[in-house]
C-alpha cells in the first residue's frame, strides 16, 4: 500500500508541475523553464507549400508520390547551383527540382536516350531530373554462374539484371562491357530494382586511383541512396545516374548477426560514409571510402536506475521477459557541417519502464567520434521543457520528451530540429541557447504532422511532410530575422555589432532575456563592467555576471590601489606609534612633556 501510495502521490506533484503547451501563437521558454508567450520565429505561407496539386510539380502522378521519406539541397562548390532531392519509399522514384522547388526537365535527346522498360511499362524522361526507377550496375559485378542460374530460371529471386533473355549467350550478354556506359543501347544495360529507399544524399569526395590512393585536385560528385530493401547502398552518377560503387552487407565480425538496412547518411570530406542503420543500437557507422565497415561512433548508453537493478536482481526469468526491453537508443535522422561535426537526433534514453533521459537526443560528434554539443543555454536542448502526458505514447508508458525526426545546420552554427509529436521547429545557437520555436500540427497545409526531413535554404527552412505529402517552406518573420543576424554577428566574433541587433530585439520584445545577454556580452567585451553586470542581470546569466564582476572588482582595487596603499600604510604607523607609546612608562611621558 506505501508503494502505491508514492506512486500516486509523485503523479499528482508531476501532474500539478506539467504546464500543458497547446498554445496556437508563439511560444519559448525563459530562464525558469516557464512558457511564455513570444512571436513565432518562422511561419509558413500558402505559396510556400508543394504538393502534386502544386503548379511547380504539374505532371508528378498523385499514385507515385505517396511516402516521400527524405530531402537533400545540394548546393554545387563552383557553381553555387542547386537542386533539391526527394525520394519516395513505395514508389521508390527519386525527384529532382531546382532550387524554386521546380521539377527539373532534361532534353529531348536525354528522354531519348534514356527510355528504360520496366514490366513492360515505359518511363520517359528519365535524364536529370525525373524520375528513376533501376540503376544501372556494371556487368562485370556478375559471374557466369550466375547469370546461366537466372537465364536457366533457377534464381529468379535474383535482382541485379532484368534484360537477360533465353538464346543469349555470355558472350553476347558480356559484350557491352567493351562499350561505353554512355553509348549502350537500353538492350545493353543491367539494372538494379531499388527497394523501400529511404535516404538520399549527394558530395564531392576526392578521386581515388586503382591503389586507392587520393589524386590531388581531382573529386568525384556522387549521388548516394540508401536502399533499405536491397540492404545495400548505391552510389550514383549524378548526371546520367548509373550505378558508380555498391555498398552492401559488411563482412566486419563486429557487424556479424546483424542485417545491414541504411535509413540515412552522410559522408565526410575524405569520402568516408557515416551510415544510420535500422536496429542497430550501437551508434552510427563509421565506413570507409570503399564502403568497408570501419566502426561505430556516437553511441547513445542506457543506463539503469538503482531501482530498476534492484528489481531485477529478484526477477525470474519469465519476468524478466515480460519487462520492456532497455537497449541502446537507436539514431533517427543526422546532418553534417562544413568543419565535418556530425548533428544526429535520436529518442530519449529510456531509463526504466516509466523514465526516460531525453538530454542526450541532440548531438553533435566530432571527427574523434565524441560529442561535443554546448549546452550552455538556460536549460538542456530538448526540445519542449513542458509537456503534456495526454499526448503520451501507450507503448512507452509515460513519455513525456519530444521526438526529434530531423536536424538541420546553417552556415553560422545555428541548427534546427523538428519534433514529430507536436509539429515543431526548435531552432538553437551554437551554445546551446533556444532562439525560437516555430510550427504546430493540425489540420492545415502549412501544419506539421509527419515530418522525415527539415533542411536549411539560405535563412528558410524547408520541412518534408509524409502525411501531408508536400514539402513546407517557413520563413523568418522580421523578429527572426534580426535574431539570426545578430547570433551571425556573434558567431564571427562582432559583439559591437550583435549588440545593436539584440537591442533591436528588445525593442520588439522586451522579454526576451538571451538579447541582454548578447547586450551584456559587447558592454563586458568594451570593458564596461557596470553596465555589463546591469545586462547578465536582466539575462538571469549568473556565470557571466561573476566574471564581470571579478573584472569590476580587480580594476576598482587596481585603480585605487596607491591611495588604499597610503591609507594602509598611515594606520599601521599610526597602530604602531600608538603601542610604542603605551608601552613608555608613565613618568618619562611626563618629563618628555615638561611636566613635574
Keep these: ?145 550466375e547469370y546461366e542460374k537466372v537465364k536457366t530460371g533457377t534464381d529468379t529471386g535474383n535482382k541485379l539484371f532484368s534484360n537477360t533473355t ?49 589524386i590531388e585536385g581531382e573529386y568525384q560528385d556522387v549521388l548516394y541512396i540508401c536502399d533499405k530493401g536491397n540492404n545495400q547502398i548505391l552510389l550514383l552518377d549524378p548526371v546520367d545516374y548509373h550505378i558508380i560503387q555498391v555498398v552492401s552487407q559488411p563482412t566486419s565480425i563486429v557487424f556479424e548477426g546483424k542485417t545491414f538496412s541504411p535509413l540515412k547518411m552522410v559522408t565526410d570530406s575524405t569520402g568516408r560514409m557515416f551510415v544510420i542503420s535500422e536496429s542497430v543500437y550501437e551508434g552510427i557507422m563509421q565506413m570507409s571510402y570503399f564502403g568497408e565497415f570501419m566502426s561505430y561512433i556516437g553511441v547513445n548508453y542506457t543506463t539503469l536506475t538503482a531501482w530498476d537493478k534492484f528489481w531485477r536482481n529478484f526477477s525470474t526469468e519469465e519476468q524478466l521477459k515480460k519487462q520492456s526491453a532497455i537497449v541502446n537508443t537507436e539514431f533517427r535522422n543526422l546532418a553534417i557541417d562544413d568543419s565535418g561535426f556530425i548533428y544526429t537526433v535520436s529518442r530519449a534514453i529510456k531509463v526504466s519502464t516509466y523514465s526516460e533521459d531525453p538530454n542526450n537526443m541532440i548531438k553533435k560528434i566530432n571527427p574523434s567520434g565524441k560529442d561535443t554539443l554546448v549546452k550552455n543555454g538556460y536549460h538542456m536542448p530538448i526540445g519542449d521543457i513542458a509537456f503534456s502526458l495526454a499526448g503520451s505514447s501507450a507503448s512507452d508508458g509515460i513519455s513525456i520528451s519530444s521526438r526529434f525526426a530531423g536536424i538541420a545546420i546553417n552556415d553560422y552554427g545555428v541548427y534546427t530540429v523538428v519534433d514529430e509529436k507536436k509539429g515543431r521547429l526548435f531552432t538553437y545557437d551554437d551554445e ?59 558567431y564571427n566574433g562582432q559583439l559591437a555589432e550583435a549588440a545593436e541587433e539584440w537591442k533591436n530585439v528588445v525593442s520588439e520584445n522586451p522579454n526576451y532575456e538571451l538579447a541582454y545577454i548578447g547586450i551584456g556580452k559587447s558592454l563586458l567585451n568594451e570593458n564596461r563592467y557596470q553596465d555589463a553586470m546591469a545586462n547578465f542581470r536582466l539575462g538571469f546569466e549568473t556565470s557571466y555576471y561573476s566574471n564581470a564582476y571579478q573584472r569590476y572588482r580587480d580594476r576598482e582595487i587596481k585603480l585605487n590601489f596607491t591611495s588604499f596603499a597610503v591609507l594602509a600604510i598611515g594606520a599601521a604607523l599610526i597602530l604602531v606609534a600608538r603601542g610604542k607609546i603605551a608601552e613608555i612608562p608613565r613618568k618619562d611621558i611626563k618629563r618628555i612633556v615638561g611636566e613635574d
Design 432 to 490: 546551446g541557447n533556444l532562439l525560437y520555436i516555430s510550427g504546430n500540427s493540425g489540420p492545415e497545409l502549412n501544419n506539421i504532422n509527419s515530418p522525415t526531413a527539415v533542411r536549411y535554404q539560405g535563412e528558410d527552412i524547408l520541412v518534408l511532410d509524409k502525411y501531408n505529402k508536400a514539402v513546407i517552406r517557413f520563413e523568418p518573420t522580421d523578429i527572426a530575422r534580426i535574431i539570426n543576424k545578430a547570433v551571425e554577428y556573434q
Design 1 to 145: 500500500m506505501k508503494k502505491i501510495f508514492y506512486f500516486l502521490s509523485a503523479l499528482l506533484l508531476l501532474g500539478s508541475t506539467v504546464l500543458i503547451v497547446e498554445a496556437k501563437g508563439g511560444y519559448t521558454y525563459d530562464h525558469a523553464k516557464k512558457a511564455i508567450h513570444s512571436t513565432v520565429g518562422m511561419s509558413a505561407s500558402k505559396d510556400g507549400i508543394y504538393t502534386i496539386t502544386s503548379n511547380a510539380w504539374e505532371g508528378i502522378p498523385a499514385d507515385q508520390f505517396t511516402s516521400p521519406e527524405d530531402l537533400f539541397i545540394f548546393k554545387h562548390p563552383v557553381t553555387g547551383e542547386e537542386t533539391i532531392y526527394i525520394i519516395d519509399s513505395t514508389s521508390n522514384y527519386l525527384y529532382v527540382f531546382d532550387s524554386t522547388l521546380k521539377l527539373k526537365q532534361g532534353s529531348d535527346e536525354s528522354r531519348r536516350t534514356r527510355r528504360y522498360r520496366l514490366k513492360g511499362e515505359t518511363v520517359d524522361r528519365f535524364y536529370e531530373g525525373e524520375i528513376i526507377t533501376r540503376y544501372e550496375i556494371r556487368p562485370d559485378t556478375i559471374t557466369q554462374d
Design 166 to 214: 533465353d538464346g543469349v549467350d555470355w558472350l553476347t550478354f558480356t559484350a557491352p562491357l567493351q562499350t561505353p556506359v554512355e553509348s549502350r543501347a537500353d538492350s545493353q544495360r543491367w539494372y538494379i530494382q531499388p527497394k523501400n529507399i529511404s535516404g538520399v544524399y549527394r558530395a564531392l569526395r576526392p578521386l581515388r586511383d586503382e591503389g586507392g590512393f587520393i
